[in-house]
């Protein structure tokens, strides 16, 4: 494949040094800034993940943070998740729709006081959205990209290693609440969250500058740890049903199609964009929606475009991410199908890149 071309539009992280000396063998661009993508190989980086405890470089979840003293207003207006009993030390996951119901991003907000947020975002331009927001409601609040760069510590490993850099005290951060830890005379937030199922944290890197001592410090701390770098794995989150905006789900679904909808409190999210066309959908339900999709046999090729689904020849929904798993025997996928065919057990056939498979709708995830 072709290399990414380097330049000031796709930036360079503040741990970019430590990810080239750890042999990253490929890339994506994700929030205008270079994400890796595989080290050793996808499966070699899986079965570690799985096993020890490796360090990300996720700076690309860029912030949108949200001051002052109409910052709670505004982060209601974006999600339908009622937001009211959200305390600070707390980290909710919540959708980002528009006026239609359509999903804009499904970040993760931090609340670090009653009057200042940071929106921990996936990959699109949501500080642009935020921004015409508040503008357009003349909101009193301040909505910017601060210098935070998040680093992930994931794997069975991940409690062993943060405790060895923090202190014992970390261990007792919950899921999805976060603390604030010193490291070398800087306040960090660390949240027990990341984009893996196999446990571990995230660490808000404030100021570009403590990036590479922190990511040696972690290392050195680890090296009887088998401590690696890495990076979300394909097969992992699939396995685990870990979603990915732009590939799973776009501006042309709802968050309830993208079985989100617990996560959606639209008779009291007063105020939310999209609430209306939301009320809705929660009350007719969607025509399709997120499953989980089996492709026995050999290994598929990558899925790097939509797959379509069918039934009969007819065309019941798509592929959207597939890989090998080693773990659970042939090819586990994500895919949105139609009502019709949603059922657990429905067999349909999947229209690869390398020509037709049979697949098979699951009743869940894998893990």
Known sequence: MALIAPSRRVRRTPFSDGVEAAGVKGYTVYNHMLLPTVFESVQADYRHLKEHVQVWDVACERQVELRGPDAGRLMQILTPRDLRGMLPGQCFYVPIVDETGGMLNDPVAVKLSEDRYWISIADSDLLLWTKGIAYGYRLDVLVDEPDVSPLAVQGPKADELMA?????????????????FDFQGHDLVIARSGYSKQGGFEIYVEGSHIGMPLWDALFKAGADLNVRAGCPNLIERIEGGLLSYGNDMTRENTPHECGLGRFCNTETAIGCIGRDALLRVAREGPVQQIRAIEIPGEPVPA?????????????????????????????????????????????????????????????????
């Open 164 to 180: 060895r850099v923090f202190g014992d005290a970390v261990r007792a951060v919950k899921f999805f609440r976060y603390g604030h």
């Open 303 to 367: 899925c790097d475009r939509a797959w379509e689904l069918t039934a009969k020849g007819r065309r019941v929904g798509q592929v959207t991410s597939a890989a090998a798993s080693p773990d659970f025997g042939g090819n586990v996928a994500v895919g949105m199908v139609r009502m019709t065919h949603w059922d657990a057990g429905t067999e349909l056939v999947v229209e690869t890149s390398a020509g037709s498979r049979p697949a098979v709708v699951r009743e869940g995830f894998w893990i």
